[in-house]
C-alpha cells in the first residue's frame, strides 16, 4: 500500500464522515412532527450517535 492510496482512503473517509454529518444536521433543522413522520430518533434518544458534534479527527497509525 502506497502512501497516496493511503492517503485517498483516509481522504474518502473523511469526506463521507463529513456528508454523513451534514445531513443529519439538516435533518435535525426539520420540524418535529416531520422527523416524526420520517422516524429521526429524538434529541437524547440512547440509540442516537452524537450528531449535533463534529468530527473527531482519528489519529494515524504507521505501519
Known amino acids: ?9 483516509i481522504a474518502a473517509e473523511y469526506t463521507a464522515t463529513r ?3 451534514r445531513a443529519a444536521r439538516t435533518l435535525y433543522l426539520l420540524p418535529l ?6 422516524g429521526w ?7 442516537d450517535p452524537e450528531i449535533l458534534s463534529s ?4 489519529a494515524v497509525i504507521a505501519r
Open 1 to 9: 500500500m502506497s502512501i497516496l492510496s493511503s492517503i485517498a482512503r
Open 19 to 21: 456528508a454523513r454529518y
Open 33 to 38: 412532527d416531520i422527523r416524526k413522520d420520517i
Open 41 to 47: 430518533p429524538e434529541p437524547g434518544d440512547p440509540r
Open 55 to 58: 468530527p473527531h479527527p482519528r
